[in-house]
Structures are given as structure tokens and as C-alpha cells.
């Protein structure tokens, strides 16, 4: 018997996942039947049955890892540092299902569903805040619309904020920079702008850019000229080891300066 014929067989019109008591049923039903999971193909694909699907799914988000786990999903994200799933506030390793991150936002085209795919994300960035940016950052942009966007909005200024003290910020910053290098620079600058052109602000960026030296010549190019000016000054007046690797201030000057008239 083709046991995946069977379990997309689910998708049709009454089905639908109560809670975890109802999935753990269904799960139990077939597996004693086909002797597998439900494959990931019928988990991740679209279903005409929208809203049975997504019940499926966010029962399958907060079950335990022993009534269901992720880790077949054929695209995942890595854990930060070798961290243990169940440390890193996923233990079913939902959030490291990047097939799991599109199907949601997929779903969330659909209005009907908004809300209930905005609820099942607020969890995730209250176990998971660092893989879930991560994961919402991998996933292509033509996804998730103005949930991505929230998401986004409401994880990414804590890691630029003055005073932040997250224990893995330098693994996640150096993720984000691997998965999109223009992510830095613009949230440096907004966080700039935020925190009225504060001090402590350009201390912290100045720290990122201890993390990532690479996205330096990004802000000293920035076309937000008083805040090129902040970040170069800052980078002049802090400390080197040796009067070879200070910052040529006067060059950096006299270089906007001369593109500046060219502009």
C-alpha cells in the first residue's frame, strides 16, 4: 500500500487537529499502520485544506519530541555553536525546519490564517528569538509578506540596541552577515537613528564592528552623511595597537568631501 497516497488522503475538507491528544491519536493510527511518520512531503506541501493543515502543524510545533520531531526535515537551519536543540528552546527541533518557516509563511497569504500563523511565530521568538530571526532571514523574500516584515521589525533592533547583552549575539550576528550582508549595516543605522544618534549607540555599533570588521567600509560609505561622520569619528578615536592600523581620518574626510561634489 502507498502509505503517502494515504496520509495526503488527510487533506480533505472536515479534517482537522484539535489539540495534542487528537494528534497524538492520528499520529498513533497511522503509524501503527504504515510503520513511518507522516512524510514530510504531505507535511510541507500545500493542502487545499488550509486550515486542517495548519492545525497539523501547530500541533506538531509544541508536541513533545517524542510524539513528533522535525529533524527529517529535508532544509534545516544549524543550532548556534553546536547548542543542543533542546537548549536552544526548540526541543522537536520545529524551529530549525526551515520547510516548516515556508509552509507557515505560505499559509500566511491566506487572511484567514494571519492571526493563527502571527501566534504560533510570537511563541517561537519567546523560546527561540535567535533561530527564529535566523530562520525568518534564510527564507526567500518573496515569502511571509507583512508577517516576515513584523517579525523582523520586533527581533532584529534588540541585537543593535545599547545594552544588549544577548550570551550568543557574535554567533548570530556573524549568521546574519553570512546570510545577508546588507542586514548589518542598515540595522546599525537604524539603530543609530532610534536611539536619537546616542553615544552609547555608536559604542555598541563600534563593538559590531569588532564582530564583523567586514561590514565597516558599508557604514563608512553610507550615504547618511551624519552618520558616517559619527561612525568614522568613533573608529578614529578608539584604540589601536599600533599607529600603522589607526584610521586615516583626514583621507576618509577629504574623500567624501571630493564625492560629495562629484554627487
Known amino acids: 500500500m502507498n502509505w503517502e497516497l494515504v496520509a495526503k488522503s488527510f487533506d480533505q475538507p472536515d479534517f482537522y487537529v484539535e489539540d495534542q491528544t487528537s494528534l497524538a491519536v492520528l499520529l498513533q493510527l497511522f503509524r501503527s499502520s504504515a510503520q513511518i511518520d507522516i512524510p514530510n512531503d504531505v507535511m510541507f506541501t500545500r493542502w487545499n485544506n488550509r486550515k486542517g493543515q495548519l492545525s497539523l502543524l501547530r500541533a506538531a510545533i509544541t508536541a513533545p519530541p517524542q510524539l513528533y520531531n522535525f529533524s527529517t526535515s529535508p532544509k534545516k537551519q ?3 555553536d553546536g547548542m543542543d536543540p533542546s537548549s536552544a528552546g526548540t526541543p ?3 524551529w530549525l525546519s526551515l520547510d516548516l518557516y515556508a509552509t507557515l509563511l505560505n499559509l500566511a497569504f491566506d487572511a484567514e490564517l494571519q492571526s493563527s500563523i502571527k501566534e504560533i511565530f510570537s511563541r517561537g521568538a519567546k523560546s527561540c528569538p535567535d533561530l527564529l530571526l535566523l530562520g525568518l532571514v534564510t527564507i526567500p523574500s518573496s515569502l511571509g509578506g507583512s508577517i516576515k516584515k513584523f517579525f523582523l521589525s520586533r527581533l532584529l533592533p534588540g541585537y543593535f540596541r545599547p545594552g544588549t547583552s544577548f550570551p550568543r549575539i557574535p554567533s548570530v550576528l556573524k549568521r546574519l552577515h553570512s546570510l ?3 542586514i548589518l549595516p542598515i ?3 537604524e539603530a543609530f537613528h ?3 544618534e546616542s553615544l552609547p549607540s555608536l559604542v555598541h555599533i563600534l563593538k559590531i564592528c569588532r564582530i564583523i570588521p567586514e561590514i565597516l567600509p558599508a557604514l563608512l560609505s553610507s550615504e547618511n552623511l551624519p552618520f558616517a ?5 568613533m573608529v578614529y578615536g578608539s584604540e589601536r595597537p599600533t599607529k600603522q592600523d589607526r584610521f586615516d581620518l583626514e583621507r576618509w574626510v577629504y574623500d567624501r568631501l571630493k564625492r560629495q561634489g562629484e554627487n
Do not use: D, G, V, Y
Request: with cysteine; aromatic share 0%.
Open 180 to 182: 545577508n550582508p546588507k
Open 229 to 233: 561622520i559619527s561612525i568614522a569619528c
Open 187 to 189: 540595522s546599525c543605522e
Open 78 to 80: 544549524q543550532t548556534l
Open 194 to 196: 532610534a536611539e536619537s
Open 92 to 94: 522537536n527541533e520545529a
